[in-house]
């Protein structure tokens, strides 16, 4: 039996409510903003293509000059029409080489400027959106978006337009050439347009249905890729690979069959253009044969409007196919300009406030919160944790304990009320100061590729090697870092995969303790560590605590019980209040806890 998946959403959620006006108003006013600094080499780029088209161009009426005036002149000895005709030929050849070349090389220059911009933008913008947009936006819609997106801006860019360009003018150029020599060639060549412009019609109307299906198609592979790479381990421990390889598999052909029908209709379009330009050639072939038996058209003019006609559909099959490539890079800067036009939902303060020396007083002062447009998850909470004091927090999974957790760490901003530090609303308190003020260490010890000391290093960049491995000895992680290969160079590898949880979470509490902030949230930390590994965390633990505020969520009691204070949390109100004593002897649901803890291990 196949399993099905959720499929990711088509249309992101950030165009919710907005007209496709105003989504190509946005794309274009993204566009505009990144053309603007390479405006001036753009117009040279422009340039360079009009004079490369009207040297090509040249080449057939010189064609007609050589054979209609140079042959005879050399017949009657002289030869200087047709060396100057001859070398005026060769001059254009060079002209339009050097400068299609010019153009190749000045529009990747400018493309690959917006390219470097865009990419700068994208990602220091989705690092400054808030905890909120990440949570909900998945990763592979983040990849894709740096990736697939990005090529398909890069492929226009590149070559795509200055190929609409080039391909434009020299459609211009061309029948414009071919009027001047002879016009009614030319009222053939424009009759031929007819067929030609509705062909593409045809072309342009599929392939924009088409390429629309394979953008989606692809990002769904992505994304199914990505999600499926990041949750290996629940795959593999779940023996789902070949359930997930089906439903990939699904994926992947329904994107193979959207390439098909895409190359489908362009093998009918190149097919047709191929047809009526050479039809095209015959008619202009036929109608100036028949005049030059009458007489009434030179030879050197009929070979030049022959030229003509077979060049003319060449630029028109291009413009076609830049038709692919703008839907698809329309797409794309209509996902990237919305992904920019995110506003973070916990934004700078306008007039931060300095904490300079934090002491860590917290308050929660009538706080209410829900997630989005959802119902509350903290109805109103009232909470002050003094300088100095840890306070637990356990309860149910889903009471709210680390929504608490989020909001003291500003990842969101409450509907109602307000969280302060010092006295001072955490919305108005200096970013910096706020992230050096206080630290949240989750049960997710992530560790970038780098080594260990690198990592550690993390909570104070300009940190020594000796404050370093100090923070390890704390924690009690230093005898295992030193017995790595390397030390504290040792390579951690992709999300520190070389290391254990436990091992992992230790090196997290070590970065914490080098940060040395004035508040620490622990929000589940020591989940992750087996017994021994807990063992030798609790000393570090007992160490890093005092003397700062710390709110610690914990499942296993063996860390609440070391705490000054413990709130037990049920529906986002807190229920009981007191040291772990008190709770114990009160005989609540706390002291329920602690039973079943002493049990436990009695058990063991």
Do not use: C
Request: no cysteine; glycine share 8%.
């Amino acid at each position: 039996m196949t399993t099905t998946a959720p499929r990711p959403p088509e249309v992101d959620d950030h165009d919710a409510g907005l007209t496709p006006a105003q989504v190509r108003a946005r794309s274009l006013g993204l566009l505009a903003s990144l053309l603007r600094p390479v405006a001036r080499r753009a117009w040279l780029t422009a340039l360079v293509v009009v004079v490369a088209q009207l040297a090509l161009v040249a080449g057939p009426a010189l064609v007609a000059v050589g054979i209609d005036r140079g042959l005879p002149a050399l017949r009657g000895g002289d030869a200087g029409p047709l060396l100057l005709v001859a070398g005026g030929y060769a001059l254009t050849a060079l002209v339009a080489g050097v400068f299609t070349a010019a153009t190749v090389r000045m529009a990747a220059t400018v493309s690959q400027a917006v390219l470097l911009d865009l990419r700068r933008r994208v990602f220091r913008h989705t690092q400054r959106l808030s905890l909120e947009f990440h949570e909900r936006y998945t990763s592979g819609r983040i990849i894709s978006r740096q990736t697939s997106d990005l090529d398909a801006l890069r492929e226009l860019l590149d070559g795509g337009v200055t190929t609409l360009a080039a391909s434009g003018l020299a459609m211009v150029f061309t029948a414009t050439g071919l009027v001047l020599l002879d016009w009614r060639s030319g009222l053939v060549l424009l009759v031929a347009v007819v067929p030609g412009v509705v062909l593409t019609r045809w072309f342009q109307v599929r392939s924009q249905v088409q390429y629309r299906r394979s953008r989606t198609a692809v990002a769904r592979v992505i994304v199914r890729f990505v999600e499926t790479m990041t949750g290996i381990r629940a795959v593999q421990a779940f023996r789902r690979e070949r359930q997930v390889a089906q439903v990939y598999e699904a994926e992947a052909e329904e994107y193979r069959a959207a390439n098909a029908e895409a190359i489908r209709v362009n093998g009918v379009f190149d097919t047709g253009l191929v047809l009526i330009g050479n039809v095209t050639v015959a008619a202009v072939l036929l109608v100036g044969g028949l005049r030059v038996l009458d007489g009434a058209l030179d030879v050197g003019v009929l070979v030049a409007a022959v030229l003509y006609a077979r060049r003319f559909f060449a630029p028109l099959a291009q413009i076609g196919m830049f038709y692919n490539s703008f839907q698809s890079a329309t797409a794309a800067l209509e996902k990237l300009s919305g992904l920019l036009a995110q506003e973070p939902t916990v934004p700078d303060p306008a007039r931060p406030v300095r904490l300079r020396e934090p002491a860590g007083d917290v308050r929660f002062a009538g706080v209410e919160f829900g997630y989005r447009d959802g119902p509350s998850v903290l109805p109103r909470l009232d909470l002050h944790v003094p300088a100095g004091q840890t306070v637990a927090l356990v309860g149910e999974t889903g009471a709210g304990k680390s929504t608490v957790a989020k909001l003291l760490a500003r990842f969101y901003d409450p509907r109602e009320g307000a969280v302060l530090l010092d006295g001072v609303d955490l919305r108005d308190v200096d970013p910096r100061d706020l992230r050096t003020a206080m630290v949240m260490v989750t049960q997710e010890a992530y560790l970038f590729s780098g080594s260990v000391a690198a990592n550690i290093a993390l909570g104070r960049p300009g940190a020594t090697r000796a404050e370093i491995e100090a923070a390890a000895r704390a924690v009690g992680v230093h005898d295992l870092v030193a017995s790595l290969p390397d030390g504290y160079d040792t390579e951690v590898d992709t999300r520190g995969v070389r290391l254990s949880a436990g091992q992992r979470q230790l090196v997290s509490f070590a970065r914490a303790f080098l940060a040395d902030p004035a508040v620490l949230v622990l929000d589940e930390a020591t989940s992750s560590l087996d017994i021994p590994g807990e063992q030798l965390v609790q000393d570090g633990l007992r160490t890093l605590l005092t003397g700062r505020t710390a709110v610690v969520i914990a499942h296993r009691l063996s860390t609440v019980m070391h705490a000054d204070r413990v709130l037990v949390v049920d529906g986002g109100r807190v229920t009981e209040d007191g040291s772990p004593a008190e709770l114990v002897a009160a005989g609540d649901r706390f002291a329920e806890l602690h039973r079943q803890w002493q049990d436990s291990l009695r058990s063991a």
